[in-house]
């Protein structure tokens, strides 16, 4: 069965959500704990050890709700990525079939690669390109070219060398395709890239929750490196 429009939408949407549960789910731990003890605080049936093991109890009980939300929203999480790869999938342009078609993509790559041999930028490459079938094969061939951009260096350098990312590269085909197409294949380009960046972002604060609600200890900053790990992990996805 064809996963519709309607329901990848949805997934997205929920996807888009995460970061915000997350950050729900750590409000409301904080909060179960404050009552905790502000509860038994006021509670002049207890002695002091009764009012420090129920204020153990009610924590450990909200540390633990706070763990089953956690794995509640990834399980979902990777359901609903499960039914935007599908709709991806079905709907992303792909390469003609076909040796025409192959070889019209291969003479389109020979005039990207005139065009960079001649001093034009990628980007601006890839923004004067009208033709989807040219873009499908930048997409394909961009990467081992920006490898040949920059080869492994010899010595000690080598030992710190890092391998060329045509990450940025692809990401401006992906938005010079999704201008040239439409309806479904339009939204796929876009359900593609805000997957990849959904589940780069993720990680780092899944973590902080599951360590709050754990109650590990943490110092300020944790709070905020956490926050800065995922932004910078999803501008490089």
Known sequence: MKTTHATASAARA????????????RTTLTTAIQDAHRSVADDQGLSEQGKTTRVHTLTAEARRDAERQVDALMSRVDDDADTVRAYVAEHRPQPQPGMEAIMARQTAWRR??????????????IASTGDVEALLA???????????????PGGMDALTFEEPDATQIIRAVDERLAELTSGDQRAAIIFDRELAVTLAELPPM???????????PQSGSMGLDAAIASRFAGQHA
């Not at 990207?112 to 490459?125: H, I």
């Not at 930048?138 to 492994?152: A, V």
């Not at 899944?206 to 590990?216: I, Q």
């Open 112 to 125: 990207t690669e005139a065009l960079l041999a001649a001093g034009r930028t990628p980007r601006a490459v």
């Open 14 to 25: 929920r996807l888009g959500q995460a970061l915000a549960d997350l950050r729900q789910i």
């Open 206 to 216: 899944v973590e902080h929750t599951r360590l709050t609600a754990a109650g590990a």
């Open 138 to 152: 930048m997409r394909e061939e961009f990467p081992t070219w920006i490898q040949t951009q920059s080869p492994t």
